[in-house]
């Protein structure tokens, strides 16, 4: 006999319980703290975020400060859709700033080209091929996506290596060594380690470097306070008395 299972669905009203929510801090934080607003330590994720929303719609966007905390160890969609939920609930027009983001990036890019063209007196299509395309990615993705000194140290990192591997050319056996034609070139060579890179840092730190910063700071700071000292045991003594 094959009985149906039905499923059970926890239906809720959100406006109403974020209202519900909203009162009630607003009941513990007016009444009884006597405090006009809220200071909410965020961590990037959407729970924290979440707490930003409903002081937001308690208090105000002026009476909410969002302080992001110093150790952020969530998953990158969840940081993602955090600041999103968090920016938007304190009066950031989000599709607007992605718009402008894009517009001044865009822009930005064109002033490059245009002085590159400029440099160098002529301009070809060969100039940007899926080498330099390949590169630029490995540059947000090796600094850090989502961040904003991640992109200016992905430059610095892949703009530096084939000049330190053409100093370094003859003491790596697989490289080209002057005019020989054995060996990878130093652009074949680059490609592939930007690629292994980018493989790399999606799958074990989509945050990049300034991602593995972060960590080995955390570490540091966790290993210069020691370990949590438990509470000593009374005496027997003690607990007598």
């Not at 969609?77 to 968090?86: D, K, M, P, Q, T």
């Not at 600094?143 to 000049?163: E, H, K, S």
């Not at 990049?208 to 370990?227: S, T």
């Given at each position: 006999m094959n ?7 926890l239906?809720?009203?959100a ?6 929510i909203?009162?009630s ?16 330590g ?6 924290s ?24 160890d969530?998953d ?11 920016a938007s ?9 992605k718009?402008a983001?894009f ?12 002085l ?16 330099l395309s390949?590169?630029?990615v490995a540059?947000?993705?090796v ?6 000194w991640?992109p200016?140290?992905?430059a ?7 000049t330190v591997?053409n100093h370094?050319a003859d ?7 002057g005019?020989?034609s054995g060996?990878?070139?130093i652009?074949e060579f680059s490609s592939i ?12 730190e989509?945050r990049?470097?300034v991602?593995?910063?972060?960590r ?11 370990p949590?000292?438990?509470p000593?045991?009374?005496l027997?003594s003690?607990q007598?008395?």
């Amino acid at each position: 006999m094959n009985a149906r299972c039905e499923p059970i669905r926890l239906t809720i009203d959100a406006a109403a319980e974020a209202e519900r929510i909203a009162g009630s801090l607003r009941a513990q934080v007016l009444k009884r703290l006597r405090r006009k607003g809220l200071v909410v330590g965020l961590s990037g994720g959407v729970d924290s975020s979440v707490v930003a929303a409903l002081g937001v719609r308690a208090f105000g966007s002026g009476n909410v400060l969002g302080i992001f905390m110093p150790e952020q160890d969530s998953d990158p969609e969840s940081l993602r859709l955090g600041r999103e939920v968090a920016a938007s609930l304190m009066g950031v027009n989000l599709v607007r700033t992605k718009l402008a983001a894009f517009v001044i990036s865009s822009f930005l890019a064109g002033v490059g080209g245009a002085l590159f063209g400029s440099y160098l007196s002529f301009v070809r299509p060969q100039s940007w091929d899926l080498i330099l395309s390949i590169s630029f990615v490995a540059m947000i993705i090796v600094g850090g996506i989502g961040t904003v000194w991640g992109p200016l140290l992905g430059a610095i990192f892949v703009a530096g290596t084939p000049t330190v591997l053409n100093h370094y050319a003859d003491s790596v056996p697989f490289l080209q060594h002057g005019s020989s034609s054995g060996g990878l070139s130093i652009t074949e060579f680059s490609s592939i380690f930007y690629g292994a890179l980018i493989i790399l840092f999606l799958v074990l730190e989509p945050r990049g470097v300034v991602g593995l910063a972060g960590r080995a700071i955390a570490l540091a700071q966790r290993l210069a306070r020691g370990p949590a000292i438990p509470p000593s045991t009374p005496l027997p003594s003690q607990q007598s008395a």
